[in-house]
T-cell receptor, first 112, second 115 residues
Framework: LAKTTQPISMDSYEGQEVNITCSHN???????ITWYQQFPSQGPRFIIQ???TKVTNEVASLFIPADRKSSTLSLPRVSLSDTAVYYC?????????????FGTGTRLLVSP | GAVVSQHPSWVICKSGTSVKIECRSL??????MFWYRQFPKQSLMLMAT?????????EQGVEKDKFLINHASLTLSTLTVTSAHPEDSSFYIC???????????FGDGTRLSIL
C-alpha cells in the first residue's frame, strides 16, 4: 500500500486559496489519488479523485504531476466552514480502493 | 451522491453489555463494507473488511470475537461490540464500496461511550 505524507496542519484566512500537497512516492500504476474531508464527530466526506493531470469539480481541484509522486488539493476562496481535517489516500482503482490506509491528515484552520 | 447511513449516532451503555451498530448503503448495493475506529485527535484505523455473504477479514490486533461483523445483504452490515468495556469507547465509522473504481462512501459514525 502506497504511503502518503502531508503536512500536519495549515492555517489560512477566509477568501484565500489553500493548497495542500501530499507526497506518495511509492504510488503504483493502478493507484488513484483520493481526498477526503472530515469534520469533528462526522465520517469522512469524499472531495475529489484523480489519476493524472488535473481534475476539477464544484468544490476543489486536484493537480497531479506527470510522475504522480505527489498531488495538490486546491480549495479556492476558503470559508470558515472549510476548517476540517483533509486526508489524502491512494488506492487501486481496479479493485475499488480496497483497504484504505489513512495517514495523519492535514488539519486546516480557516480564520476570519 | 451515494449515501451511507449509520445507526445509532451515539450510544452510552454500561460495561459488560453488547452494542450493535448498523451501516446501510441507501442508494447503491455495497458488495464490500469497511469498519473503522477513530480515537480523539487521531486518524481512522481500519478494523475489518466485510464482504456480503462471507466472513469478515480482520486487521491485525483486532479481536474477531470481540467485534462481530455481519454482512447479510448488499445494503446492510452490522458491527456488534460484545461485552464492551470502557477501553472500547471510541468513534466507530463504516464505509461502503459499490462499483469498482468508485471511492468509498462513509457513514457519519457512531460515538460509543462505555461507563
Amino acid at each position: 500500500l502506497a504511503k502518503t505524507t502531508q503536512p500536519i496542519s495549515m492555517d489560512s484566512y477566509e477568501g484565500q486559496e489553500v493548497n495542500i500537497t501530499c507526497s506518495h512516492n511509492n504510488i503504483a500504476t493502478n493507484d488513484y489519488i483520493t481526498w477526503y474531508q472530515q469534520f469533528p464527530s462526522q465520517g469522512p466526506r469524499f472531495i475529489i479523485q484523480g489519476y493524472k493531470t488535473k481534475v476539477t469539480n464544484e468544490v476543489a481541484s486536484l493537480f497531479i504531476p506527470a510522475d504522480r509522486k505527489s498531488s495538490t488539493l486546491s480549495l479556492p476562496r476558503v470559508s470558515l466552514s472549510d476548517t476540517a481535517v483533509y486526508y489524502c489516500l491512494v488506492g487501486d482503482g481496479q479493485t475499488g480502493f480496497q483497504k484504505l490506509v489513512f495517514g495523519t491528515g492535514t488539519r486546516l484552520l480557516v480564520s476570519p | 451522491g451515494a449515501v451511507v447511513s449509520q445507526h445509532p449516532s451515539w450510544v452510552i451503555c454500561k460495561s459488560g453489555t453488547s452494542v450493535k451498530i448498523e451501516c446501510r448503503s441507501l442508494d447503491f448495493q455495497a458488495t464490500t463494507m469497511f469498519w473503522y475506529r477513530q480515537f480523539p485527535k487521531q486518524s481512522l484505523m481500519l478494523m475489518a473488511t466485510s464482504n456480503e455473504g462471507s466472513k469478515a477479514t480482520y486487521e491485525q490486533g483486532v479481536e474477531k470475537d470481540k467485534f462481530l461483523i455481519n454482512h447479510a445483504s448488499l445494503t446492510l452490515s452490522t458491527l456488534t461490540v460484545t461485552s464492551a468495556h470502557p477501553e472500547d469507547s471510541s468513534f466507530y465509522i463504516c464505509s461502503a464500496l459499490g462499483q469498482a473504481s468508485q471511492p468509498q462512501h462513509f457513514g457519519d459514525g457512531t460515538r460509543l461511550s462505555i461507563l
